[in-house]
């Protein structure tokens, strides 16, 4: 995998108070910014063997969670959730990429949160079933300027489509950016829910089928599950 989006926010507030995105290609830093932007390093395109740039590639990332961790000390992790019946072989790298996370995070002690992608996209998009260019500007509609340069102005996320209305290439990390600050969003109001600050009444339809639906892999609605928790391997008791 070599592009990915972290988006932080207050709880209190929804205010974006970091984000971070990794690109593939140079050109996209100075859109970004610099402070924002990180290039991925190509060292391992190098090696022959791609069983051992896939290893090396994987410790790079894990490395980088957890300096993310220990840099900006989350609560809260919200990861987005394997999406099943991936083409290919690209699911292998996405589940490598996804338990490196999750580990990463029960390491650190933080509460972790993974949302399918329908889930996600019938909350930001109130439509399941959205393809990415519409996700990002439904995104875009609810959240405007929330993610900022360094310099203060705010990033020009693209949402371009191909034919077949999937996000192009070169927009790769825009709709990274867009997935992360909906999942950042997504966990701050089940926050304010569980603690009563707002209620799913007078919410759009998707909204709260989001949190009420239940699924033939998900048998337990979003409300009657607990937080993901770090828990002792040996006996399955809570930290």
């Known amino acids: 995998m070599n592009h990915a989006g972290f988006v932080e926010i207050e709880s209190d507030t929804g205010r974006v108070t970091w984000w971070r995105v990794y690109v593939s290609v140079k050109k996209h830093i ?29 410790a790079w990332w894990a490395e980088s969670y957890g300096e993310m961790l220990h ?4 609560d809260l992790v919200v990861i987005e959730d394997y999406a099943f019946g991936s083409e290919g072989n690209k699911g292998y790298p996405t589940g ?23 889930t996600l996209k019938m909350f930001v998009a109130h439509n399941g079933a959205a393809k990415m260019p519409e996700y990002i500007a439904a995104a875009k509609a609810r959240w405007p300027g929330a993610l900022r340069r ?20 070169a927009c790769q990390a825009d709709g990274d950016l867009m997935i992360a600050l909906g999942l950042a969003h997504l966990g701050c109001f089940e926050l304010m829910l569980r603690e009563g600050r707002v209620t799913l009444g007078g ?33 399955g008791s809570e930290d």
């Not at 910014?33 to 590639?57: C, E, F, V, Y």
């Not at 020009?156 to 290439?169: C, F, H, I, K, Q």
């Not at 919410?203 to 239940?214: L, V």
């Open 71 to 74: 840099a900006r000390r989350p």
């Open 30 to 58: 100075a859109r970004f910014g610099k402070a924002n932007a990180i290039a991925m390093p190509r060292t391992w395109d190098k090696l022959r063997d791609p069983q051992q740039r896939s290893l090396d590639r994987l």
């Open 96 to 118: 490598e990429m996804g338990g490196a996370a999750r580990l990463a995070c029960r390491e650190y002690r933080a509460l972790q949160r993974w949302h399918d992608p329908g």
């Open 150 to 169: 360094q310099d203060g102005d705010a990033v020009d996320v693209n949402g371009d489509a191909d034919s077949r209305g999937a996000l192009v290439v």
């Open 203 to 235: 919410q759009h339809p998707k909204i709260i089928q989001a949190f009420n639906r239940c699924t033939k892999a998900r048998p337990i609605s979003l409300l009657g599950r607990d937080w993901i928790r770090s828990r002792e391997a040996t006996d």
